[in-house]
């Protein structure tokens, strides 16, 4: 991809466990973002963690950011049937003004 | 607030004609703004940068004489694809960082999309 890679591409679980979705990533940034996009909808944002930090939550969610590894995580936890999705990180390079896309994880809670 | 008009969000055309996307921030100035292609379950990919009053910056690898991007005011920039061909079917999303002044400017607002068909 152009700026990463992110893990597992697809993922199921039953409702209420735990999802958790990782993201790698290749230049530095200034902070690093994760959207969710709902089938062929535009996409919404969840939750933004910058580069000086390294663990930030928002509800049902948890990011963390390892700038050593170039690495993030995003931890959905009792996760709900409305959660499916598919999730995407997004960096924000501090070199040019670029915002490129992971993979994405296709994320399926069944009931 | 911090929203973002993209249209149209579905469009047919035969091939060998040329489609125009509009990309408005509704209620916010936008110097930066990207456009981004996707395919069917796959991520997002962006193809260029577009900067208000200057040229826009596109990725390796993209055309920049097929896909004309023009960025003529602080709220809407267009996405023209010229002579269109049915390989350039795709998902087109426009995103629009913020202007300071008008709040955080590190996160993106999305419109809605555009799903391009080429016959």
């Known amino acids: 991809s152009q700026q990463g890679e992110e893990d597992p591409q697809a993922l199921s679980i039953q409702e209420g466990e735990n999802a958790t979705m990782n993201c790698s990533y290749k230049t530095s940034i200034n902070n690093l973002q994760w959207y969710r996009q709902n089938s062929g909808r535009g996409l919404v944002h969840l939750i933004l963690i910058r580069s000086n930090e390294r663990e930030k939550h928002s509800g049902r969610l948890r990011v963390t950011l390892d700038t050593s590894k170039k690495s993030s995580s995003l931890l959905i936890t009792a996760s709900r049937a409305a959660d499916t999705a598919s999730y995407f990180c997004?960096?924000?390079?501090?070199?040019?003004?670029?915002?490129?896309f992971g993979t994405g994880t296709s994320l399926t809670v069944i009931p | 607030g911090a929203v973002v008009s993209q249209h149209p969000s579905w469009v047919i055309c035969k091939s060998g004609t040329s489609v125009k996307i509009e990309c408005r921030s509704l209620d916010f100035q936008a110097t930066t703004m990207f456009w981004y292609r996707q395919f069917p379950k796959q991520s997002l990919m962006l193809m260029a940068t577009?900067?208000?009053?200057?040229?826009?910056?596109?990725e390796q690898g993209v055309e920049k004489d097929k896909f004309l991007i023009n960025h003529a005011s602080l709220t809407l920039s267009t996405l023209t694809v010229t002579s269109a061909h049915p390989e350039d079917s795709s998902f087109y999303i426009c995103?629009?960082?913020?202007?300071?002044?008008?709040?955080?400017?590190?996160?993106?607002?999305f419109g809605s999309g555009t799903q391009l068909s080429v016959l």
């Open positions: 577009s900067n208000e009053g200057s040229k826009a910056t596109y």
């Open positions: 995103s629009a960082r913020r202007d300071r002044g008008f709040g955080t400017n590190e996160k993106l607002f």
């Open positions: 997004a960096t924000d390079a501090i070199a040019g003004n670029q915002f490129y």
